[in-house]
């Protein structure tokens, strides 16, 4: 679908995530050709630059950040021409006019304001555009995360943006979901018959979601500090990966239908009470350690750590969720910086088979396994067992590989890109309803208050490594294994 004509307004417009993601993401776009002729991106900072002194920013800051495709001259000077920046104070409505002069004034022309600015200032953004009428019904508005640090903050996101903006005009970003695999994984339950019957406790013994990185916390301990791997990765990235895992098949792929489904799963997740939370949440913080063969230093010695710092880069815990599909299917879900290796996926085990009618015992077959890659190398491996040529009959285990990137040689899209384009297109099915965010809040609260009551510190996990060795007891007293730790050498 072509898109209608617009004016993206990047608050945060000279800040990291617009350097980094939101121009290389626009330039990918605009080399595909989807950007109307005259569609801009008018990048407001409070920096005094003039339309020069930013553009030169971009070329240094931005430009090197984009791989692919690759920067051709006649593209970028395309692209540029597109830019404008406004110097302006976001949150006094008196020092507006330099937006409202650039802005177009034909209601035809979409006006896309994408807040990638801290949150505390969402309200004084919104009322400023307000007062100075630049929304109307053919605005929207981008939050990007953090969406709050608990159910008081979303809550009170939701309200003060909403009492300017229209649900229907609100795109709360979870990047995971821009994520090719994350759509295929609904393709793969909803546009095929084998899966969706066994989709359920009879069949599942366990599902588990890794997000591992190997990187630190770089220079963003100012925020990540306050945060932690909870807040940052969990109450979102993951939760939205499990909704998509476990929701009941929507009517269709309409905004709310997806939503409302994964509402349902937010909502039937089993509370937990300290003692549950105890036995089965595991926190950890990076010491030391070497990754990909380089040494590199503790959390709390990173640039700008507070000395006795409390904040967990890692958490492993068991989930459940209270539903006749679910009850009794463990979800583990792991995220962690400073990991072993850098990778997102999504492990579904089934059950052992009933009965070996070959000449080997029931517990020498590997039960099948799912495995749904999101990155590095995004695509499906299905484990099944085969028989071994030859005389006799063994059986071993074998796998089924899809490799999107060998699949569909077509260009990839980066996540920023298709969230982006789905915002300029209205398309709000990969965005979160404001009742999702506060329900994964709720859920998370517990969990959060207990951490906060709790002088005890996060266990301490080597660098390079798979956290601390409790995340694989947690998963062990049930009798399982992480994935990497039955299959060492994939
Ligand atoms: C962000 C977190 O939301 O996701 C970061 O704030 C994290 O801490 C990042 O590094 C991971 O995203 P991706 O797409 O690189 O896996």
């Not at 080399?31 to 339309?51: E, H, K, W, Y």
């Not at 030391?288 to 700008?304: I, N, Q, T």
């Not at 068991?318 to 072993?340: N, Q």
């Not at 059950?351 to 495995?371: G, R």
């Amino acid at each position: 679908m072509a898109l209608s004509d617009f004016d993206l307004v990047l608050f945060g417009g000279s800040g990291d995530l617009a350097m980094r993601k939101l121009l290389p993401a626009m330039y990918a776009r605009d080399v595909a050709n989807d950007l109307p002729a005259t569609a801009r991106i008018i990048c407001v900072g409070r920096a005094d630059a003039s339309q020069e002194e930013f553009l030169q920013t971009v070329e240094t800051t931005s430009k090197p950040l984009i791989k692919s495709p690759a920067v051709t001259p006649a593209a970028w000077a395309r692209f540029t021409a597109r830019i404008v920046y406004v110097s302006l104070n976001a949150t006094d409505a008196s020092s507006y006019k330099p937006l409202v002069e650039a802005l177009r004034k034909e209601d035809t022309i979409t006006k896309v304001y994408y807040l990638a600015t801290p949150p505390a200032i969402f309200a004084q953004i919104c009322e400023a555009l307000k007062e100075n009428g630049l929304v109307t019904p053919n605005s929207r508005v981008v939050l990007e995360k953090p969406l709050g640090r608990d159910l008081a903050s979303a809550k009170q996101i939701n309200a003060e943006v909403g009492k300017v903006f229209e649900e229907s005009q609100i795109y709360r970003i979870d990047h995971y979901l821009g994520k090719e695999t994350v759509q295929n994984l609904l393709a793969l339950r909803f546009g095929n018959i084998l899966f969706e019957p066994l989709w359920r406790r009879e069949w599942i013994s366990d599902v588990q979601i890794t997000i591992a990185e190997k990187l630190g916390v770089g220079n963003r301990m100012g925020y990540y500090d306050t945060s932690g791997a909870l807040r940052d990765m969990l109450q979102n990235h993951l939760l939205q990966l499990l909704c998509i895992v476990a929701m009941e098949p929507p009517t269709s792929i309409a905004p709310d239908a997806v939503r409302d489904a994964k509402l349902q799963v937010l909502r039937s997740l089993k509370k937990f009470t300290p003692t549950t939370l105890a036995q089965n949440i595991v926190r950890g913080q990076y010491r030391a350690g070497h990754v990909d063969g380089k040494a590199v230093p503790s959390y709390r010695d990173e640039p700008d750590a507070p000395e006795h710092s409390r904040t967990e880069t890692f958490v492993a815990m068991k989930a459940e969720i209270d539903t006749w599909r679910w009850a009794g299917v463990p979800f583990y879900l792991r995220t962690g910086k400073r990991m072993a290796d850098g990778l997102a996926e999504i492990v579904v085990r089934f059950k052992q088979i009933p009965h070996s009618i070959f000449n080997q015992p029931t517990n020498s077959f590997q039960p099948n396994s799912l495995v749904i890659r999101l990155q590095p190398d995004e695509g499906l491996r299905m484990n099944l067992m085969a028989k071994t040529p030859g005389d006799g009959m063994r059986l071993k285990q074998a796998e089924l590989e899809l490799d999107f990137r060998e699949q569909f040689k077509s260009p990839r899209m980066e996540a920023y890109e298709r969230l982006l384009l789905d915002v300029l297109r209205g398309q709000l099915t990969l965005f979160m309803r404001g009742d999702e965010l506060e329900a994964a809040w709720e859920w998370v609260e517990p969990i959060l208050d207990n951490w906060e009551s709790d002088d005890s510190y996060p266990l301490p996990y080597s660098s390079g490594t798979w956290g601390p060795a409790a995340a694989s007891a947690l998963i062990g007293r049930d009798g399982l294994q992480w994935r990497e730790e039955v299959l060492p050498e994939d």
